[in-house]
C-alpha cells in the first residue's frame, strides 16, 4: 500500500513518531507526540488506538508507542516527500530555507509518488534537505549523519555543521545573516561566565558573537576535519 492510501493524518502522525526517533533515542509517548504535534492528549490517544487497529504501530497501555516495520515504511515515504519539496523549493523556486517549512507541510499531502520520484532525479538525487536533514532513498534507506546538538558538544574548537533545526523560521534567518550555514565550519569557545552562552564564530569571518541555549540547542555538529 503505497503512503497516498494513507488519510492525511494518519500520514502526519506517523511521520512525527518517526522524527521524534530521528535524533533522539528516548521512548516515543503519547505525550510527546501531543507536544509535537500541538494537539490534545486525548485526541492523540485515540489517534493512536486507531493507527495501531490500522497496523501502522505498536502501544502498551502505559508505555511507549513504536513503529510497525510498515508504519515507519510510510513515515520514511512522508520524510522522503517533505524534504525532496523543501529542497525543490529552495533550488528550483527560489524560496528562502525559512519559507519553505509550512509549504512542504502543505504540499507533502497532495503530491503523488510519481511527482515526488520526478522531482528527485530534477534535482539530481540530492543527500541532504536545505538544513541538511537526510532525504530517504526511494527504498526507505536513510543514513543519519553523525552529528550532535551544540548545546553537548560545548567549546570543542573547530566544528561543522550538520543539521540546522527548521523549528523557528526567525532563527533561521538570524543564521544566516551570521554566514551559519549547513557546511560552514565554526570556532566555538566558551561565552562570558554565568551567560549560558558559547562564543561562536563562523571561520575566517573574523567576527564572533555569542548563542545562547535557543540557538546551540538548534545546532548539529560534528568535528571539522583537519
Known amino acids: 500500500m503505497s503512503v497516498s492510501e494513507l488519510s492525511a493524518s494518519a500520514q502526519n502522525y506517523v511521520k512525527a513518531i518517526w522524527g521524534l526517533t530521528e535524533w533522539s533515542g528516548d521512548p516515543v509517548t503519547p505525550t510527546l507526540i501531543a507536544q509535537r504535534m500541538d494537539l490534545k492528549l486525548s485526541s492523540v490517544s485515540d489517534a493512536?488506538?486507531?493507527?495501531?487497529?490500522?497496523?501502522?504501530?505498536?502501544?502498551?497501555?502505559?508505555?511507549?508507542?513504536?513503529?510497525?516495520?510498515?508504519?515507519?515504511?510510510?513515515?520514511?515515504?512522508?520524510?522522503?516527500?517533505?524534504?525532496?519539496?523543501?529542497?525543490?523549493?529552495?533550488?528550483?523556486?527560489?524560496?528562502?530555507?525559512?519559507q519553505v517549512h509550512d509549504?512542504?507541510?502543505?504540499?507533502?499531502?497532495?503530491?503523488?509518488?510519481?511527482?515526488?520520484?520526478?522531482?528527485?532525479?530534477?534535482?539530481?538525487?540530492?543527500?541532504?534537505?536545505?538544513?541538511?536533514?537526510?532525504?530517504?532513498?526511494?527504498?526507505?534507506?536513510?543514513?543519519?549523519?553523525?552529528?550532535?546538538?551544540?548545546?553537548e558538544v560545548g567549546a570543542a574548537g573547530r566544528l561543522i555543521v550538520e543539521r540546522i533545526s527548521d523549528a523557528d523560521p526567525a532563527l533561521l534567518r538570524f543564521f544566516e545573516a551570521r554566514g551559519v550555514g549547513v557546511g560552514a565550519v565554526l570556532e566555538v569557545g566558551e561565552g562570558a561566565p554565568f551567560s549560558d552562552s558559547l562564543e561562536v564564530s563562523v571561520e575566517d569571518s573574523g567576527d564572533?558573537?555569542?548563542?545562547?541555549?535557543?540557538?546551540?540547542?538548534?545546532?548539529?555538529?560534528?568535528?571539522a576535519p583537519v
Request: charged share 30%.
Open 103 to 151: 509549504e512542504a507541510e502543505t504540499l507533502e499531502h497532495a503530491v503523488s509518488d510519481f511527482m515526488v520520484e520526478r522531482i528527485d532525479e530534477v534535482l539530481g538525487r540530492p543527500a541532504r534537505d536545505p538544513h541538511g536533514d537526510p532525504i530517504p532513498a526511494a527504498d526507505g534507506t536513510v543514513s543519519i549523519p553523525e552529528a550532535r546538538r551544540l548545546t
Open 48 to 98: 493512536v488506538r486507531r493507527l495501531a487497529d490500522q497496523g501502522l504501530l505498536t502501544h502498551a497501555r502505559y508505555g511507549s508507542v513504536e513503529l510497525t516495520d510498515s508504519g515507519r515504511g510510510h513515515a520514511l515515504e512522508m520524510v522522503r516527500r517533505h524534504r525532496l519539496i523543501e529542497t525543490f523549493l529552495v533550488e528550483t523556486l527560489g524560496y528562502r530555507w525559512d
Open 208 to 223: 564572533s558573537a555569542p548563542l545562547g541555549r535557543s540557538a546551540t540547542d538548534a545546532l548539529y555538529v560534528s568535528a
